[in-house]
């Protein structure tokens, strides 16, 4: 994005004062602007689509609905939007959902006021932004990564297509969804999960699906 324009911001919270409290730090940003706020989850959406913003803040825990559902359909619709989540939630689990989705940006909100204008500097320029205070799980993340990469080998020699097929088994998609999602036939979705299933030594009916969901945070 061109250093010059304007950014646009779209601010879904559920406390007012927090959310002006947002508002106020951000406009402050010469170049940041705010092109519209909601306290509503059921409205996040509907002002995605209608105003067009390049960032969203987004609550993880707002009336009407789940954050993560929303960073979800949002990303699975395609909107060309990048993602902050603000939350209260320390916890990894929640942490790596987040991340699982393909959020940009996880703000704690006790650190928001010193970190919101960085995460978004960051996510603009295509990086992504962590609070500080929880930057070691993103560091866990990558250590059992590479931990999953040395145990199953395999994974290094699957194709790209493979590899894309093997994070959509992970979501649980049926190979129908799959060949829905990638334009293929079905047929080609199940010679791709057998070659899978080959290359990381995987036997049994439901051998490739577990092994997916359980490694979903890692591929």
Same mark, same amino acid.
């Given at each position: 994005? $061109?250093?010059?324009?304007?950014?646009?911001?779209? @601010?879904? /919270? /559920?406390?007012?004062?927090?959310?002006? =409290?947002?508002?106020?730090?951000?406009?402050?940003? %010469?170049?940041? +602007?705010?092109?519209?706020?909601?306290?509503?989850? #059921?409205?996040?959406?509907?002002?995605?689509?209608?105003? %067009?913003? /390049? @960032?969203?803040?987004?609550?993880?825990?707002?009336?009407?609905?789940?954050?993560? $559902?929303?960073?979800?359909?949002?990303? $699975?619709?395609?909107?060309?939007? %990048?993602?902050?989540? !603000?939350?209260?939630?320390?916890?990894?689990?929640?942490?790596?959902?987040?991340?699982?989705?393909?959020?940009?940006? *996880?703000?704690?909100?006790?650190?928001? +006021?010193?970190?919101?204008?960085?995460?978004?500097?960051?996510?603009?320029?295509?990086? *992504?932004?962590?609070?500080?205070? @929880? #930057?070691?799980?993103?560091?866990?993340?990558?250590?059992? %990564?590479?931990?999953?990469?040395? $145990?199953?080998?395999?994974?290094?020699?699957?194709?790209?297509?493979?590899?894309?097929?093997?994070?959509?088994?992970?979501?649980?998609?049926?190979?129908? /969804?799959?060949?829905?999602?990638?334009?293929?036939?079905?047929?080609? +979705?199940?010679?791709?999960?057998?070659? @899978?299933?080959?290359? !990381? =030594?995987?036997?049994? #009916?439901?051998? !490739?699906?577990?092994?997916?969901?359980?490694?979903?945070?890692?591929?």
């Amino acid at each position: 994005m $061109d250093s010059e324009e304007a950014v646009r911001i779209l @601010i879904a /919270d /559920d406390h007012p004062v927090f959310r002006k =409290g947002l508002c106020d730090i951000v406009s402050g940003e %010469k170049r940041f +602007v705010v092109v519209g706020e909601t306290g509503d989850g #059921s409205q996040v959406i509907k002002l995605v689509r209608e105003l %067009k913003p /390049d @960032i969203l803040l987004l609550d993880l825990n707002m009336p009407g609905s789940n954050g993560l $559902d929303i960073a979800a359909l949002l990303y $699975d619709k395609k909107y060309p939007v %990048k993602i902050i989540v !603000l939350t209260m939630h320390k916890e990894e689990g929640i942490f790596n959902k987040a991340m699982d989705i393909g959020v940009r940006g *996880y703000v704690l909100k006790e650190s928001a +006021v010193n970190d919101i204008l960085e995460s978004i500097r960051s996510v603009v320029e295509d990086q *992504y932004y962590i609070t500080p205070a @929880i #930057s070691k799980y993103l560091m866990n993340r990558r250590n059992k %990564k590479e931990s999953i990469s040395m $145990d199953n080998p395999g994974l290094n020699d699957l194709t790209p297509n493979e590899k894309k097929i093997l994070k959509l088994i992970s979501e649980n998609k049926s190979s129908k /969804d799959i060949a829905d999602i990638l334009f293929i036939s079905i047929r080609t +979705v199940e010679n791709h999960r057998m070659n @899978i299933c080959n290359k !990381l =030594g995987l036997h049994g #009916s439901n051998a !490739l699906l577990k092994f997916a969901i359980e490694n979903k945070s890692y591929l």
